[in-house]
Structures are given as C-alpha cells and as structure tokens.
C-alpha cells in the first residue's frame, strides 16, 4: 500500500477530457485531484497524494469485452490504494451503442463489488443536459435532435435512456422520476428501495439542475459504486465532509510553468467548430490538417511545426464541418482518418515539446489521449476551471511539466482557445 493517504473516491472514465471534467467537478466541491493516465504503475502510484483518484481510460469506442477488462482492472487498482466509493464516469451525452459500453461496464463493476443497485445520470445543467423521465435534453432538444444522431462512431438516435441502456445490458433498468428528485434525498433513497424490491439494478435519475445533482449525490451516499456524467459528482464532496474525512485545503493549488503556447483541435463536435471559427474570426493564427493530405504523403506533420513556431499563440486544427469530415471518411474509411489525424496531433505536440512548447490547450477526447501519450505524461493535478468541465491541469511524472486543458469536444465557450491561454499566462505570473 502507498505511504500517503489513501484516497477516499476511486473514479474510472471512459475517455481522457471525460476524465478531466469530472476530475475539476471534484476539485470545486474541495478534493484534492489527481487524474492517471491509464493504470499508474507502482512508482507513481505511491506519490499520488488526492481526495479522489481518476483514471482515465481510452474505452468509450472499445469493443465491450475490452472495456469491461480495462474497467475491472482499474477497478482493482483503486481497491488496492484503499477507496471507499467508486464512480464510472461516461460522456453528457451517453455517447454508446447498443452493445455498449455502458451497461456492460456498469454490470460487470456492480459484479466484481459485490453490489446489487446504482444509478446511470449523465445529467449536466451547467452545459445543457437535463433529463426529464428517462429522456436526455441537450440544450432545448432532445438528445436524438442535437447532432449526436449524426456522431461518426456513437450516432445516439434515441433520448429514452431507459430504452437505451436496456439494450446493452440484461440487467433490469428502472426510472428515478423528477417527482422523486424534488421531494429531497430521503424521498430518492425511498425510490432506490423500491426499484431494489423489484429487482432493478441500474436506475436512469432525473435532474434538471444542479440542486438535483446535489439531491442525487447526497442519496448515493451509502451506495459502493455510482455512475454517471461529472454532474451528478457535484453531491459527492459533500458526503465525504459529512463524514469528516475530507481534507480542508486549496484543492486547486498547482505550480506555475513557463513556456511557449500551442492550441490542437482534433474533435469534429459543433462547440469546437464554433471555437475554431472564434479564432479565425478574431484574426489569429490558423494552420489545417487535412487527413487526405496526411495519406498522400505530404509532410503536414513538418509544416503544422514550422507554422506554429511562427505564430505563436497558433491554432493547429483537424475540424471540420460534418461534409468534409465525411468526404475524408469515404475516401479513407471512418477509422483510418481518426488515426491519421491523432498520429498527426500527437507527432506534432511532441515536436513542439522538444521545442520548448510547454502551455498546450487540446480540443477533442481522442486528440487528448494521443497528444499526452506523445508527451508521455503520466499523471495531472487539476486546478481551476476555467469553462465548466474543463479546468486548468498541470502535468505529473514525464520529461518535463507542462500547464494543459483537455477539453471535451462538446464543451467551452466560443472564445474558449484564448480564454485558456489566458488562465495559463495568469498560472505563470
């Protein structure tokens, strides 16, 4: 066992910014986070000094019976550093298909714990997700109505999550209504009871707002494993000050670095079209890649690195609107071009690294996992938010520190590239 404290939440996400925003979730409600790249090995473990652990998995678009291993396996890491509950985190959005991977996960975790209940919330108010009787809101729509319908690997075409997760898994999926949620956490614990008596396993929960959240986490107190988006997070701080197990510190502390700055947009979503447009419009640098350029042999990698050497702060981006993105996708096939575009990324960030790049802002939940296991970083502390589900993280184990934000395609405000590079100019003041 490790000779710092053990951590009292052991969380597993399902993708690298997934990670990072409930990580910054946990930092606000005051638990000193850590975030792992993966499975931490034996050395690096025994410096983590957190509240809360988070490892982040690459597995949202893993074949199902390599997610449900990977899960266990981190899983078991989390035991072993002494955690008293759990939390599987997965995307806002319930980004999955019918065959997962969110069921299975859920069951084989609710199994290897030896549990028998928890509940699925992807719920995220602060970024315009809600759910109303099992049925997922992104902004004023439904789920199936957002542009999700038309995401390239995981197309979410149906807003009832109760239909949706009874589809990949056997177990029964029961619905913790609004009128529940509203009456207060008794009334939710009074709801748990019963969907338990008739044999639920996994319960959609209802929020429209973050007191929902708060109302949620404070009845899951007693529960070993939860699951859900970052929001229904909020309530969990709370349970563990109930219990006077909670550190009272600055959660958010980190150290300054200094260093050159870069922004890498690999994500497709509309919020970063949006915030690449932001960019263009406000007159700063730009430099695409282009995944047909990538596979005609073209030195993109070597051009990306000049431009950004040049223009400094630049933007280097592979987004693109949904017609160019399926033109690439056609000429290429869907996978190809995804891997082209991180290999690219990833190439590019270290290149810059070795030139003394240090601040990196990266858009997009594929393009984080590439670019920092370009960078070989093992580990991040997580410090202030600067867009809600995305904060401010200073990187642990690896050549050198580095100031990073890891920003999930779907979230930031427009002018979320420059308001980044800002907070990482304020960090080294």
Request: proline fraction near 4%.
């Amino acid at each position: 066992m490790s000779a710092v404290k053990p951590p009292l939440l052991g969380c597993i996400a399902d993708d690298f910014t997934g990670a990072t925003d409930l990580a910054s979730i946990l930092v606000r409600g005051g638990m000193r986070t850590v975030q792992t790249i993966g499975i931490p090995d034996a050395a690096l473990a025994d410096t983590l000094d957190a509240d809360a652990v988070v490892i982040a998995l690459k597995s949202r678009t893993s074949p199902a019976a390599e997610a449900v291993r990977e899960s266990l396996e981190a899983l078991e890491w989390l035991r072993q550093r002494g955690c008293s509950q759990f939390f599987f985190k997965y995307c806002s959005t319930f980004d999955s298909t019918p065959a997962g991977n969110i069921g299975p996960v859920t069951d084989a975790l609710l199994q290897a714990l030896g549990s028998d209940f928890t509940i699925a919330c992807p719920a995220f108010p602060e970024n315009g997700r809600t759910l109303y009787r099992g049925h997922l809101f992104v902004q004023d729509g439904l789920l199936s109505e957002s542009g999700m319908e038309h995401h390239p690997l995981t197309p979410m075409k149906d807003a009832n999550l109760v239909r949706v997760l009874s589809q990949q898994t056997p177990s029964p999926v029961g619905l913790v209504r609004y009128d529940a949620v509203a009456q207060g956490a008794a009334a939710v614990g009074s709801r748990f009871d019963e969907l338990r008596g008739e044999g639920v396993r996994i319960a959609i929960a209802d929020a429209l707002s973050d007191a929902d959240l708060l109302t949620l986490g404070e009845a899951c107190a007693s529960l070993t494993l939860v699951t859900g988006g970052s929001g229904v997070a909020q309530g969990l701080p709370a349970n563990f000050k109930r219990l006077g197990t909670l550190r009272q510190v600055d959660a958010a502390h980190m150290d300054s670095v200094e260093g050159r700055a870069v922004v890498l947009a690999g994500s497709a979503s509309r919020a970063t079209n949006a915030q690449v447009a932001e960019w263009m419009h406000a007159g700063n640098a730009a430099f695409h890649i282009d995944p047909l350029a990538i596979a005609e042999g073209r030195d993109v990698v070597g051009d990306a690195v000049a431009f950004a050497e040049q223009h400094e702060p630049a933007l280097i981006y592979s987004t693109g609107n949904p017609d160019a993105v399926r033109q690439a996708q056609a000429e290429l096939g869907v996978e190809r071009a995804g891997a082209l575009v991180e290999e690219a990324l990833g190439n590019i960030a270290r290149r810059l690294f070795d030139k003394g790049f240090r601040h990196f802002v990266i858009a997009g939940g594929e393009t984080s996992g590439a670019v920092v296991k370009a960078l070989d970083v093992k580990a991040l502390r997580i410090g202030r938010m600067i867009d809600p589900g995305v904060p401010l993280t200073l990187s642990l184990g690896g050549e050198a520190p580095l100031l990073l934000t890891l920003k999930s395609g779907n979230f930031g405000a427009q002018d979320f590239f420059s308001k980044a590079l800002r907070f990482m100019q304020g960090a080294t003041a």
